[in-house]
């Protein structure tokens, strides 16, 4: 009922949104249909959000109904003053039946998949929940931050606050919400790539092609979501004691290889021979290894996201990114010249300011990269009819009041967000690979190679030419500054010395791609052809991967600088990937089967490449659920209720019988043992990725400190931060060490706590002679097997006259 | 004039004359108001009049509470504890106010027509949900009536000039039931292309922003954000506990009469647009009146509150009197000859299944497989009948009689279980008159021993309601020497050195649901003593004595 109840809230913003998207994205053969998913939550978000911080909505599921109820006035309205609604919906029928369609398969194919592997528990798991609990617990709005009481979150938390409405309007519990809203966006991503390059192919192939058309549609599904790294193939080799040593070596796989005798480094040091009982790889979580391959940073990409199960903001961000990527193709499309003037109607600056500007709120790297293909569709449009000084200014002036709203619309989320990003850095370091680049990103990658063998037939020579010397300023550019300022740095030689020769070889391929791709886009766009965004997009996902190679966003992780930034563009470029490719691959093929093209056959190595690419979805999905054997179940929690009985009932009864406003007290996450000396000592320190702040993260109470390392990524690393940090765990720790059980309460008092969790985690991590001395001081307010819940006494006269 | 008049055949009767319309709408309004006078003297204080009352107290008293949601209807609750301690002058207040929807729904007759209007007012009069909400003190005590009111001078056009001010004061400082009509009005009225705001808009915006205002002032209870109260109203609704029962249990214990007609009469009106393509605007706030209340009550049947099924009946009846009449008209054009004799068979056959189904329902089990199958069989002939009278088109129209019979008494089955209040899930949890009892022996103990009543923080907002106006009380989770009398959770050990004070005392009762469904809710249809009423156990402790 949980799983139906989501399904039909996401299906009602996504239809309350369908005016909307008819007015935005009528050009489109499914008037955006695909596209309402994001577009109603990100708009329902925005409303519950704002009108939260304004006191007009309380904390609880009705102000969710409010938002949502709100969505559906501004439908309204958008419909009564849209003659060309009745029309558009006629029209729309059979796409609305299909974008239905294939939202509900996705959606309940992925619950079901879910369904065998729920828990919440690994890796970042319980961050997430902890997040989403917080958007839907937090007493006050900005909300929160669970994991440092008293303090107001400081994270791009907007996916969370989506999946809250969607999981308060079902009336599901949050550690069901957690894995619907998965599910949610899978199916929300699928709808809006089909959506997106159906529209694109049938822009490029007119009606005779739709039947191609579809066929994007459906490669561009594939693509994203069921398509993964090469290097599963080599892992399933290896697993079956066939793996072919040279070729291993070759593509720099042979660390999968089971280890010599005398060798143990960048090799597989588990037992020889066969490691697998099945005919998938069965080892622990062996797909996880492969998003690491590239030293020094994660490669992930869509499908292992969604394997994994962690509910991140990059993840959540998919669908609105392809509707920002969908705006801006709706901007190109048209036909008017985009001034300051078309603000004499406001509505779709305003809608453009809060799409983008909701890009920064739900995941800040995506912001810049999005915001910048708007404007290039906007510059595009205008250059059209007009010089290209002219259209500059014109689409700076028109961009500018939706820039604008994009920031005053999330001042309140801005006034509280402390970004942990210090500068922009050239990296000095080894460079990727060009055989894991191609193993990670080849699946992807091929069908933009698909594209410039037809992308360029119709241009003329000479003129293409003249486009190829100005777009090689693409690559050019970012290279120079980067050769400029480690010269200036006096590190041009590590960095020439430091990124190895296959590190100048991917980034040359990179930038050959990049050249390739710009050119396209300008010979396209100058020739008005349909194919010009389908190269824009390409372009795009090749200069992020190319300058990802080039430069870093420095923040807290200096031993590894460039992991975010790499993992973080290279995700963007991944989704763009998908959307090019799979229009270029549509594209060629119908080629092939009309006219025989030559280029067309390309597209044939193309598929089997990105065919090689989905094995890794064939061998990892029945790895993460064991075959699908065992129990299924949606509660992310489930398991716990197995495992220990007595938190899971003390985590349901605080969820039900705590206010939201109560600050809890339970394990910092540091360990302390007696020394021989009978003193007490720290004898591990580590707090994140452990059950620090567990009860917190389930509830949305807050705790005066949870994953400290974390709160140092979301605050920064100043030394007062980590003062603080510090201080708040010693306070913590010191309430359970207390020598002197009197000083408890008043320690809680210190705390601003009125509640103190006593269960497995704190009977591990602290002498239990004090706990045991508890009951003298505090009042015990639940009880189950070996799990306490104490409260402060009470103390209070009041008048009832 | 004078040969007209004197061509008329001479009343034998010189008096005054009143038509038999005019009678029939004097009655239903008698009736209307007269099911309201139970709940406002004997309906026990419970769910939401029980959170609402502790507000309003708490706030004529000075205190700080969440309870308290400035509505105008709960600040003048609000205002009269500062004369009493009772809940009647505003339950009397609600009540008088309620008592102006028939007048509403008569000024509806151009609408819905005559007789379409007076179904209307029946249907209201007997909706159980309503009687409940109009003669009692919640926060929405004003809320059926200003809607009827709002509903009236929409539906017909009317001009309020400055009036709207006023209306709009009153929706922002009414609970949800005015904003969901004023939704579905700015709904139907946007979806009909109106592209400029009309001056009455700006007017009824400037007395809701007004409205709006005069809640965040919290009756001088210090300012916290702003508070729109329908808004609060819609959120409590949905986390508060108004009720034991889940929403849809209620919809199933009560609202079915109401619900099903008018589901079916939604269909009807449905196909109709669909036949004709003419959409009057009346046609389209009500259906966008319906779609918002009934999504309201589709999203809230897992919560625990009757008030989305109270918003719902008001647009139901609406839609269903207009169509109820018409049905009736219908019927008298019948064949009736052939349809009563097959009629009565059907109510014959029908009569004996339910014979036995009573009977199930009385002892809360199916009867053996011989019993099964007389009942499969007997209902299968009256539905063979009732085929046969569909199937013929001059007699299918009579089939009305009984499908409106059979709605109109489970209806009043529903209505007197709201009117003639008892221990029933719709008023459930309630404070019992034994939570006042137990405050008064209380205070006579402190009196007579001195000290202090010391009650546990568990059961702090549980005492607010009955222990109005008892001085100061001592909340302590830990037993004081200081207390006279200690009220203590039940489950909890008694605190040391005291004795217990005889009697099984309880600060709140909870009405059960029936739990085997269909059969004991037929069962409680008919018996309403069937439920079990779950007490919340107090323990009262005293000083021992030397």
Not at chain 2, 292 to 308: K, Y
């Amino acid at each position: 009922m949980s799983v139906i109840a989501f399904w039909a809230v996401a299906m009602l913003v996504g239809g309350l949104a369908l005016p909307i998207a008819f007015v935005l994205f009528r050009r489109m053969p499914d008037a955006g249909a695909g596209l309402a998913f994001p577009l109603g939550l990100v708009l329902v978000g925005y409303g519950y959000f704002i009108l939260r911080v304004a006191t007009v909505l309380p904390q609880g599921r009705g102000g969710y109904l409010v938002a949502i109820a709100l969505l559906a006035l501004v439908s309204c309205a958008v419909a009564g003053r849209d003659r060309r609604f009745a029309s558009t919906f006629r029209r729309s029928v059979p796409a609305l039946l299909t974008v239905s369609g294939l939202f509900g398969m996705l959606f309940f194919a992925f619950t079901a998949f879910r369904s065998f592997t729920p828990e919440i528990g690994g890796t970042e798991q319980p961050m997430d929940l902890m997040y989403l609990n917080a958007t839907l617990q937090s007493p006050d709005y900005p909300p929160t931050d669970p994991w440092l009481a008293g303090e107001e979150a400081s994270y791009y938390y907007f996916g969370y606050l989506q999946i809250g409405v969607l999981t308060a309007a079902a009336n599901v519990p949050t550690s069901v919400g957690y894995n619907l809203g998965l599910a949610y966006t899978f199916a929300a991503a699928g709808t809006a790539i089909a959506s997106l390059a159906y529209a694109m192919a049938r822009r490029i192939l007119g009606s005779r092609g739709q039947r191609w058309a579809v066929w994007a549609g459906g490669l561009a599904v594939a693509l994203l979501l069921f398509t993964g790294s090469l290097a599963a193939i080599f892992e399933w080799g290896a697993a079956h004691g066939e793996a072919n040593a040279a070729a291993y070596r070759a593509f720099d796989m042979d660390w999968r290889i089971s280890c010599d005798l005398d060798e143990r480094e960048y090799c597989y040091d588990g037992p020889a021979g066969d490691r697998t009982d099945a005919w998938y790889p069965t080892e622990f979580f062996w797909w996880f290894s492969l998003t690491r391959i590239v030293p020094g940073t994660i490669s992930e990409f869509p499908l292992f996201s969604f394997i994994l199960g962690d509910l991140h903001p990059h993840v959540m961000a998919i669908p609105l990114v392809l509707l920002a990527v969908g705006l801006a193709m709706a901007v190109w499309q048209g036909r008017s010249r985009l001034s300051l003037g078309s603000h004499r109607r406001p509505w779709f600056g305003l809608l453009l300011g809060l799409v983008f500007g909701a890009l920064a709120f739900q995941n800040a790297w995506d912001v810049i990269t999005f915001s910048g293909l708007l404007a290039l569709a906007v510059l595009a449009r205008n250059a059209r009819t007009g010089g290209l000084r002219r259209a500059l200014r014109d689409s700076a002036l028109f961009l500018g009041p939706p820039a604008l709203v994009g920031i005053a619309a999330y001042l309140p989320w801005y006034a509280g967000f402390s970004s942990q990003a210090e500068g922009i850095f050239p990296y000095i370091g080894a460079g990727s690979l060009p055989t894991h680049a191609f193993l990670h990103f080849g699946p992807v990658l091929v069908g933009t190679a698909v594209l410039f063998a037809w992308a360029f037939k119709a241009t003329d020579r000479r003129a293409l030419a003249d486009f190829a010397t100005i777009s090689l300023w693409a690559p050019l550019v970012p290279f120079f500054v980067w050769l400029l300022v480690t010269t200036g740095r006096g590190e041009l030689q590590d960095a020439i010395d430091g990124r190895g020769g296959g590190g100048w070889v991917t980034l040359a391929v990179f930038a050959a791609g990049a050249w390739a791709a710009a050119t396209a886009t300008l010979s396209l766009t100058a020739g008005r052809r349909a194919a010009a965004p389908v190269a824009a997009v390409a372009a795009a996902a090749l200069l992020l991967l190319y300058g990802s190679e080039l430069f870093y966003v420095g923040d807290v992780f200096d031993s590894v600088p460039r992991l975010n930034t790499v993992f973080k563009l290279s995700y963007q470029a991944w989704i763009l990937l998908s959307l090019g490719g799979a229009v270029a691959i549509a594209v060629a093929l119908e080629g092939a089967a009309r006219r025989r093209a030559w280029s067309g056959w390309l597209a044939v190595p193309a598929v089997l490449v990105a065919a090689g690419g989905m094995l890794f979805a064939l061998f990892a999905i029945p790895n993460r659920t064991d075959g699908f054997e065992g129990e299924t179940a949606i509660d992310g929690l489930a398991y716990l209720a197995r495992t220990d009985p007595g938190e899971y009932a003390l985590t349901r009864w605080m969820s039900e019988n705590v206010d939201p406003g109560d600050v809890i007290i339970e394990a910092s996450g540091r360990t302390w043992r007696r020394g021989q000396d009978g003193r007490l000592a720290v004898t591990d320190a580590g707090s994140d990725y452990t059950d620090s702040g567990r009860i917190s993260a389930r509830t949305g109470l807050a705790t005066p400190i949870g994953w400290y390392f974390h709160e140092v990524q979301w605050r920064g690393q100043s030394a007062a931060n980590r003062a603080e940090f510090t201080r708040r765990q010693d306070l913590v720790d010191g309430i359970y060490l207390a020598e002197d059980v009197s000083a408890v309460a008043a320690k809680m008092r210190e705390a601003g706590a009125r509640y103190l969790v006593v269960g497995r985690a704190e009977q591990t991590r602290y002498p239990t002679e004090t706990l045991e001395r508890l009951d003298g001081v505090l009042d015990v307010a639940f009880e189950s097997g070996n799990v306490r819940l104490y409260r402060l006494p009470e103390r209070e006269v009041v008048t009832t006259s | 004039m004078k040969a007209q008049h004197s061509s008329r055949p001479r009343s034998t009767f010189d008096g005054p004359s009143i038509s038999a319309g005019t009678l029939a709408w004097l009655a239903v309004g008698v009736a209307f108001a007269a099911l309201r006078i139970g709940p406002v003297l004997n309906a026990p204080v419970a769910g939401a009049e029980l959170e609402h009352l502790s507000g309003a107290w708490q706030a004529s008293i000075g205190n700080a509470d969440a309870r308290l949601i400035p509505t105008l209807f709960q600040s003048l609750t609000a205002l009269s504890f500062l004369f009493t301690t009772s809940e009647l002058p505003a339950r009397v207040t609600a009540l008088v106010a309620t008592a102006t929807i028939p007048f509403a729904i008569y000024g509806m007759r151009p609408v819905l027509g005559n007789a379409g209007a007076l179904v209307s007012l029946v249907l209201l009069a007997l909706d159980p949900f309503g009687i409940l909400l109009g003669g009692t003190a919640t926060a929405m005590g004003f809320d059926l009536a200003i809607t009827a009111w709002l509903a009236m001078v929409v539906l017909r056009r009317a001009d309020l000039r400055w009036g709207w001010v006023g209306a709009g004061f009153l929706v922002a400082t009414a609970g949800p039931l005015p904003l969901l009509f004023c939704g579905a009005w700015a709904a139907a009225s946007l979806t009909r292309g109106v592209r400029r705001p009309t001056a009455s808009t700006g007017l009824l915006l400037t007395g809701f922003v007004l409205g709006v205002v005069f809640a965040t002032a919290r009756l001088g209870a210090g300012l916290d954000g702003l508070v729109v109260p329908p808004i609060d109203l819609i959120a409590a609704s949905a986390n508060d506990a108004w009720a034991t029962a889940k929403t849809v249990d209620l919809v199933a214990l009560y609202g079915l009469p109401l619900l099903l007609p008018g589901l079916a009469a939604l269909l009807w009106r449905l196909r109709e647009w669909y036949r004709t393509a003419e959409t009057p605007p009346e046609s389209r706030t009500l259906m966008a009146w319906l779609a918002i209340t009934g999504g309201w009550l589709v999203f809230s049947l897992a919560d625990n509150s009757p008030l989305p099924a109270a918003a719902l009946a008001l647009p139901l009846a609406l839609l269903l009197g207009p169509a109820v009449a018409r049905l009736v008209g219908a019927a008298g054009r019948a064949e009736w000859r052939l349809a009563g004799l097959l009629l009565a068979g059907a109510a014959i056959f029908g009569g004996i299944a339910l014979a036995y189904a009573l009977d199930w329902a009385r002892l809360e089990k199916v009867g053996n497989a011989a019993d099964q199958f007389r009942v499969a069989g007997f209902a299968a002939l009256m539905v063979a009948i009732l085929v046969v009278i569909a199937l013929r088109r001059e007699t299918r129209a009579a089939l009305a009689v009984p499908g409106l019979a059979a709605g109109l008494a489970l209806l009043l089955a529903v209505s007197f279980a709201s009117a003639i209040p008892g221990e029933e899930p719709l008023t459930s949890p309630y404070a019992p008159e034994q939570a006042r009892a137990l405050r008064d022996a209380a205070i006579a103990i402190r009196e007579r021993d001195g000290g202090v009543i010391q009650v546990h923080p568990s059961l702090k907002e549980a005492t607010t309601w009955p222990f109005r106006d008892s001085g100061d009380l001592f909340l302590a989770s830990r037993h004081d020497p200081a207390a006279a009398v200690v009220i203590w959770p039940a489950e909890l050990p008694p605190p040391a050195g005291l004795q217990r004070l005889e009697g099984n005392w309880a600060l709140t009762r909870k009405v059960q649901t029936p739990t085997n469904r269909v059969l004991q809710g037929v069962h409680w249809l008919f018996d309403r003593n069937t439920l079990a009423v779950r007490p919340q156990p107090v323990a009262v402790y005293t000083r021992a004595k030397p």
